[in-house]
């Protein structure tokens, strides 16, 4: 059975920081590419970043860049969001999705709206962030 599991949301104060794990099971990780989309009550998802581990590279949206950061662990099947700087716009159900990899996700944007959600086979439940002002 494919599982993503996200992990790690809470409730943050603005100018501080949450780490984000997405623990997948099911498939062969090294074989997809991982995403973070978030979604605000009223608001559509918005992809946030992509890292491919087989491919050695990462992106981000605009509205995140140089303040949130994202790894993949192959060991561990995990891939997490470091949120630094967080400020009341981050607040939102944060996503992981799973797909194959694709050459677009990584070429330079900007990027905003539901980047790359198309492709996506796989999906987490989704875990809660709140930044309070």
């Known amino acids: 059975e494919v599982q993503l599991v996200e992990s790690g949301g809470g409730l943050v104060q603005a100018g501080g920081s949450l780490r984000l794990s997405c623990a997948a099971s099911?498939?062969?990780?090294?074989?997809?590419?991982i995403g973070w989309f978030r979604q605000a009550p009223g608001k559509e998802r918005e992809g946030v970043s992509w890292?491919?581990?087989?491919?050695?590279?990462?992106n981000y949206a605009d509205s995140v860049k140089g303040r949130f950061t994202t790894i993949s662990d192959n060991a561990k099947n995990t891939v997490y969001l470091q949120m630094n700087s967080l400020n009341p716009d981050d607040t939102a159900v944060y996503y992981c999705?799973?797909?194959?990899?694709?050459?677009?996700?990584?070429?330079?944007?900007?990027?905003?709206?539901?980047?790359?959600?198309?492709?996506?086979?796989?999906w987490g439940k989704g875990t809660l962030v709140i930044v309070s002002s």
């Open positions: 890292v491919s581990s087989t491919y050695d590279r990462t």
């Open positions: 999705g799973a797909r194959l990899y694709s050459e677009g996700l990584f070429t330079p944007g900007p990027y905003s709206g539901p980047w790359g959600e198309a492709g996506v086979d796989y």
């Open positions: 099911g498939f062969i990780f090294a074989d997809y590419t």
